[in-house]
């Protein structure tokens, strides 16, 4: 989810040419969130433009900014040349004449007397103002759309990082059912290795044996983890697959994915399921890692 896009634009009005400069900045977040810093002005606009970023956007913190050429916000400054140089001769006689009696004013305090300088709003006019509003829309939504490309791009690295995480995630959840399937003759064969080391006075059934083994074994059970590994690993994979937005629901399966893999080494009745579930462990929390960074 992260991206940069720029987009300069102008516009001709009048005598005016008027110039602005649009960037957007977005990094990872489970929601979307969109904060914008307009010129002063210009604040009013940021509600539509939020409804349009919806269009093209749905996961991130984004910031979006807006920096327009002084000429359609500042002020002007006038200087009457005429009064100026008027003023500034008639000082310097002043000063002329009556010596230290008169201090020579400072360029600041001329400039600052009423008439010299004048102040002009270079206001544009409402038709000029709705000109350049819907021409600062058009260029905000090519914002948007140089920025999803620029995501889509990222966003296609991390599906193939992903898809090898689900490889690797496959091939652990693999070996495990394979140990698994073992585990009845494992079990048995540890069972009656102890009842030999410790019971060998005691006379059991085979009746009794044999419920004590099915008692272990479905204890032991992990077939539904399995199963349910499998179908979260296809799941993952058709929603990689698509072109919508699945990153909330890859969060979600990211979830199932690890609450499976903790209940399998709960119930893990050999020391290799152990090994293989903590390094499924360690596969779904990078893949949850890499969740975080797509739409």
């Known amino acids: 989810m992260t991206g940069f896009a720029r987009v300069n634009g102008n516009l001709q009005t009048g005598e005016k040419n008027i110039s602005w400069i649009w960037e957007i900045k977005s990094v990872n977040g489970k929601s979307l969130d969109v904060k914008f810093r307009l010129p002063n002005g210009y604040d009013d606009m940021a509600l539509k433009l939020k409804t349009k970023a919806l269009e093209y956007l749905n996961r991130g913190s984004v910031g979006v900014y807006l920096e327009m050429d002084d000429e359609t916000i500042a002020k002007k400054i006038k200087i009457d040349e005429t009064l100026l140089k008027s003023l500034t001769e008639r000082a310097i ?3 002329e004449e009556y010596g230290d009696k008169i201090a020579r004013p400072s360029a600041a305090e001329i400039l600052a007397l009423k008439g010299v300088v004048e102040v002009e709003e270079n206001m544009l006019s409402e ?3 709705q000109e350049v509003r819907k021409k600062l829309e058009e260029d905000f939504e090519l914002l948007c759309q140089k920025l ?5 791009k ?3 690295k991390i599906k193939t990082a992903l898809l090898s995480i689900l490889h690797n995630i496959a091939t652990i959840v693999a070996k495990i059912e394979k140990t698994a399937e073992m585990l009845p003759e494992k079990i048995k064969g540890k069972l009656t290795e102890l009842l030999q080391q410790y019971a060998q006075d005691v006379e059991i059934s085979e009746d009794r044996l044999a419920q004590e083994i099915v008692f272990l074994v479905t204890k032991a059970d992990i077939r539904e983890e399995i199963d349910r590994l499998k179908a979260h690993i296809k799941s993952a994979e058709q929603m990689l697959e698509t072109d ?3 990153g909330r629901k890859l969060d979600f399966l990211c979830q199932e994915l690890n609450r499976e893999a903790n209940t ?5 009745a050999d020391i290799m399921i152990t090994d293989w579930g903590m390094e499924l462990k360690a596969l779904i929390e990078q ?9």
């Open 93 to 95: 006689t002043l000063n």
């Open 127 to 129: 038709e000029e103002q």
């Open 148 to 152: 999803k490309q620029e995501r889509q």
């Open 154 to 156: 990222e966003g296609t």
């Open 244 to 246: 919508e937005a699945v």
């Open 264 to 268: 399998t080494c709960s119930k893990a």
């Open 287 to 295: 893949f949850r890692e890499q969740v975080q960074n797509i739409e």
